[in-house]
């Protein structure tokens, strides 16, 4: 499996930006599909963003806000999140899964995943 470890979190007001990055190594494929995931406190997992050869997806509640990239060289993903608002708070995981799928950011797909970043956003 791909090891992953978040960085970037942290506390925020709102409107603010947060970037959060994704280290990645342990690689067996030469691509994989890659993803964002978020779980607030009491509610499950969700999917925010996941990015491929073929493209980037994104939630309907994060469109427009925020970013997925990844820079291959350093084997490092990223999310930018900007107009943060306080329904943004969560454990924000990255997760990995093989080059094969559908990549869109769905919980069956993915089965490397990162310890998470806290991300707080206040009113």
């Known amino acids: 499996q791909v090891q992953l470890v978040e960085s970037g979190g942290g506390s925020v007001q709102a409107g603010g930006s947060l970037r959060l990055s994704c280290a990645a190594s342990?690689?067996?494929?030469?691509?994989?599909?890659l993803g964002w995931f978020r779980q607030a406190p009491g509610k499950e997992r969700e999917g925010v963003a996941s990015?491929?050869?073929?493209?980037?997806r994104y939630s309907d509640s994060v469109k427009g806000r925020f970013t997925i990239s990844q820079d291959n060289a350093k084997n490092t993903l990223y999310l930018q999140m900007n107009s943060l608002t306080p329904e943004d708070s969560a454990m924000y995981y990255c997760?990995?899964?093989?080059?094969?799928?559908?990549?869109?950011?769905?919980?069956?797909?993915?089965?490397?995943w990162g310890q998470g970043t806290q991300v707080t956003v206040s009113s």
């Open positions: 997760a990995a899964a093989p080059p094969w799928v559908d990549c869109r950011p769905a919980l069956v797909d993915f089965d490397s």
């Open positions: 342990g690689y067996v494929y030469s691509s994989y599909c």
């Open positions: 990015i491929a050869t073929g493209g980037t």
